[in-house]
């Protein structure tokens, strides 16, 4: 067991430490990080979450968690995220990891609300190494964002001007906490504050096994207070969520689908941090043309995913698609979503079931640009996701 400083990059004022575990000094697992990495890749998170956890409850821990915040990270899939959150100084901050959550989003979220309601914070993790990770902000909208190693290397796979500018955008609408890992010199740190880092770890800051030091200086803690978050809403459906807040109009399909091509090119050109879903009813509608459209989409943007009854659970290039139950009261609804750090938008409509021709077909349909509905909508669909 030892402990991370985390300080605050401007000055290095301490703010907090981290209760880390690794394994024996000088052998390939001798870091945290190096034995948190081992643990993913044999599927063991879990386990060293419960020994993190059990490490948390000493004597030596307590004692640090009576004198500074006292941070102890636990992966989203652990059954401990679920558990109430402890009066106290110790914070056990929930990690949710982009990949996880793009690959089941209805069970990734489905966590992320649990852990909220047991009163932990929420951290998105892997900004700047996974290149999904920026696009996961406005869905998850997490209390920390924690930047890696790589993205102040200059190492990173992302869009490093596209990635600041999209925490900046968050962090100004939420009120986040950036934390930087990798502070390993002056140059990361500098470059962590550049992309919106506030406080950092690394070697510069470097681990002890003995807290004794820490315990003596002044303390200027990061906030605790979890961010403002998107209401859950009454309503289950893009059309009847954004209709509690905006009028029906009524219009044809030859129209709706110019304007719902007009959506797609505007996901496409605010770039690789925005997210699209779109809702099609039936596999149907969802044409060889349309197909071609959403994969150039996907190709340019974060993630592209589709929706509707007879499309198969695959991976079309870069396109997520998957199934809707023919009972599902979404069936009736076509509906385009685009959200990212800078915009957001719907277009939901409702079939009227006129049975006319085609581009003539009849539906009540709701716009929006306000980002909380958007948002609500984008849950709503995500969480049909099922694999």
Do not use: C
């Not at 679920?82 to 089941?104: F, S, Y």
């Not at 852990?115 to 932990?120: C, D, F, H």
């Not at 979890?226 to 399909?253: L, N």
């Amino acid at each position: 067991m030892q402990f991370a400083p985390v300080r605050r990059l401007e000055d290095g004022a301490l703010a907090g430490a981290e209760l880390q575990v690794r394994g024996p000094s000088g052998t390939a697992l001798g870091t945290a990080s190096a034995l948190r990495h081992a643990a993913q890749l044999m599927g063991q998170r879990a386990d060293l979450d419960e020994y993190k956890h059990r490490h948390a409850r000493t004597p030596l821990a307590r004692t640090v968690a009576d004198h500074l915040p006292l941070l102890v990270t636990i992966d989203s899939e652990s059954p401990l995220a679920a558990e109430p959150a402890t009066e106290g100084l110790e914070r056990t901050i929930v990690t949710v990891d982009a990949t996880d959550v793009l690959r089941n989003p209805h069970r990734a979220l489905a966590r992320v609300v649990s852990a909220r309601a047991s009163g932990r914070l929420v951290a998105l993790d892997g900004v700047g190494v996974d290149v999904q990770a920026a696009t996961l902000l406005s869905l998850i909208e997490p209390d920390i964002v924690v930047t890696a190693a790589e993205l102040h290397s200059g190492s990173a796979r992302t869009d490093i001007g596209a990635t600041a500018h999209a925490l900046s955008a968050y962090v100004e609408r939420s009120h986040a906490v950036i934390v930087a890992e990798g502070i390993d010199d002056d140059a990361a740190r500098l470059a962590a504050q550049t992309v919106g880092a506030t406080y950092g770890i690394g070697a510069l800051y470097p681990p002890v096994d003995d807290p004794a030091g820490l315990l003596t200086e002044d303390v200027v803690p990061m906030p605790h207070a979890p961010v403002w978050t998107t209401p859950i809403p009454a309503e289950t459906t893009p059309y009847a969520i954004a209709s509690e807040h905006a009028t029906p109009r009524r219009g044809t399909k030859r129209v709706l689908v110019q304007m719902s091509k007009s959506l797609e090119k505007q996901a496409v050109a605010a770039g690789s941090a925005m997210l699209a879903l779109g809702t099609f009813q039936h596999a149907t509608h969802f044409t060889e043309r349309t197909a071609q459209r959403w994969r150039h989409l996907a190709d340019t943007i974060g993630f592209a995913g589709v929706y509707g009854v007879g499309l198969t659970q695959m991976l079309d290039g870069n396109t997520q698609h998957a199934p809707l139950d023919p009972a599902d009261d979404m069936v009736n609804e076509w509906t385009v979503v685009v959200l990212g750090p800078h915009h957001a938008a719907l277009l939901s409509a409702r079939d009227r079931h006129d049975n006319g021709p085609d581009l003539e077909r009849t539906f009540d349909f709701v716009q929006t640009y306000d980002r909380a509905t958007v948002t609500q909508a984008a849950h709503a669909i995500m969480h049909r996701f099922t694999p």
